[in-house]
């Protein structure tokens, strides 16, 4: 595979050993969230600018992917949005047929207020509220499962993009990797495309890379 284009920054070799402690001190700084990861970010882009006039000595290939875009394109994505809706139709669909008789309810009662006797009224608008009740209680537990479930698999999707970029980084002999909160990145270091082409491929391969991931 083609390797893309990058940025290649030129470090002396104390600067970039310098710049290598600068960047685990920044880290650890974010990992205790004292700084915003903007601000980290703008003393990178100053550093590197400064660093670069030195003598070249050895090169940082910086890589950036947009999370985004792979989980919009990614098939492993499109298959767990199938797997969610084929989990959950059955369900809504329950809920649709409860709405449905809530609905003939009231118009029954609507239709029919003068003709019933009070005890049948009293049973109706009974049934209305015992209906709507169990409609809100279908709903309530319809949205949280499906949220639970729906994060479960954006988890694993997210577990493979993170496992597919580190071994493209490794392959391709990327450095730093950035990825979101960026403020603006050249298409030239953008291997998004890269990645969603990975995870094609592992989607078609033997296996199925959606199974791999439980």
Known sequence: MKSPKM???HFSSRSAQTFSHIIKHLAQMVKMNTVNFK???SI???LASLWSVGASAQNLKVGYIDTAKVLSD?????VARKKLEDEFNPRDQEIVKLQKKLKQLKEKQERDAKLMTQAES???ERNIVSLKR???RAKEEFNE???LRRNEELAKLHKLISKTTIQTAEELKYDIILSDNVLYINKR?????IIIKRLQKLQKGPGRSSSKSN
């Open 145 to 147: 499962d499906f949220n």
């Open 189 to 193: 270091v953008d291997i998004t495309d």
């Open 74 to 78: 990614a098939p492993q994505a499109d």
């Open 122 to 124: 009293i049973k109706l």
């Open 134 to 136: 169990d409609i809100k």
């Open 44 to 46: 990178l882009v100053v």
């Open 7 to 9: 940025i290649q920054l």
């Open 39 to 41: 601000y980290i970010l």
